[in-house]
């Protein structure tokens, strides 16, 4: 991109399009077609092959208007979406919120025959829950923080690893036992889980 970019001075250009607001008409060797993207940040990038004109990259942004403006609602609804859990992490009762997830987790326990030794509680940043060898759990604050099908199901999945410690076909089968939904209710908190920048192990 480089060697290009000194190569051919006038790129890339940053220019207002429309009412899409600015957008970077980047310079490409290997793009074979005219490439739009709406980045997280809101910048909108359109890689522009050689034999495309700066008018034609234009008119395709022009376009794809809707869905560029579609993907700017969905990044304001994702930032709202951090903030509300921001707020609520902030303003969380730890205690009161630690002793609803360990009942929470007998319950489930008790109800589907798992059990488990030792139970850890506390705010961590980079996982809703593990399961050690020895089935001792440890679960994060901000499960409390979830809507009630997502905790469970999270409570479930380090329950199930008391027995299987994959996440092999056993291991989902498991799952799909109790919740025949599993799969939604892991896209679900995997998409969640990236907003908050927790993955779930
Ligand atoms: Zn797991």
Redesign the pocket.
């Known amino acids: 991109m480089k060697k290009f970019l000194t190569t051919v001075k006038k790129l890339p250009v940053v220019k207002e399009v429309g009412d899409i607001g600015q957008v970077s008409f980047v310079p490409s060797h290997r793009a074979r077609r005219i490439n739009l993207t709406v980045k997280v940040t809101g910048e909108v990038r359109v890689a522009v092959p050689k034999r495309a004109s700066f008018k034609d990259a234009e008119r395709f942004v022009l376009s794809k208007r809707e869905w560029i403006k579609r993907q700017f609602n969905r990044l304001e609804g994702s930032q709202s979406v951090v903030d509300e859990y921001a707020g609520r992490i902030e303003n969380l009762d730890i205690d009161k919120a630690a002793a609803g997830i360990a009942e929470r987790l007998r319950e489930i326990a008790a109800e589907f025959g798992f059990s488990y030794n030792r139970l850890t509680i506390r705010n961590q940043k980079t996982r809703w829950g593990?399961?050690s060898m020895k089935n001792n759990l440890s679960l994060n604050i901000k499960l409390a923080l979830l809507p009630g099908e997502l905790r469970d199901f999270i409570l479930v999945?380090?329950l199930?690893?008391t027995e299987i410690k994959n996440?092999g076909p056993a291991?989902w089968q498991k799952l799909e036992n109790i919740y025949p939904n599993a799969r939604e209710l892991d896209k679900q908190i995997n998409r969640l889980g990236a907003l908050l920048r927790i993955p779930?192990?």
């Open positions: 593990s399961c999945h380090e199930a690893h996440h291991f779930l192990s």
